[in-house]
Nanobody
């Protein structure tokens, strides 16, 4: 059974930090591109950051320099370190796994991040 289980969300003050984790099971984690997406109320889901099987990373422009994505293939886990958080970062954050060939993809259930004083 495939599972992507996010954790680490919560309430944080502006300027604070959070570290999200996504624990994967049920598939060969190292074969998959892992990404974090987020969706704020009333907005479309957007890409936050991604990391390839070779550890290349990419970030949405608004997250560059503040967020860091990493993966630990031995633990089947992908992380998102979020620093200098802003109220605009408030959203549900989702973990996503994607294999290119053959194509396949999975979503986690999401974890809420709220940035507020």
């Amino acid at each position: 059974q495939v599972q992507l289980v996010e954790s680490g969300g919560g309430l944080v003050q502006p300027g604070g930090s959070l570290r999200l984790s996504c624990a994967a099971s049920g598939f060969t984690f190292s074969f998959y591109v892992m990404s974090w997406y987020r969706q704020a109320p009333g907005k479309e889901r957007e890409l936050v950051a991604g990391i390839t099987t070779g550890d290349s990373t990419n970030y949405a422009d608004s997250m560059k320099g503040r967020f860091t994505i990493s993966r630990d293939n031995a633990k089947n886990t992908v992380y998102l370190q979020m620093n200098s958080l802003k109220p605009g970062d408030t959203a549900v954050y989702y973990c996503h796994a994607k294999r290119v060939l053959p194509p396949n993809a999975y979503w986690g259930q999401g974890t809420q991040v709220t940035v507020s004083s």
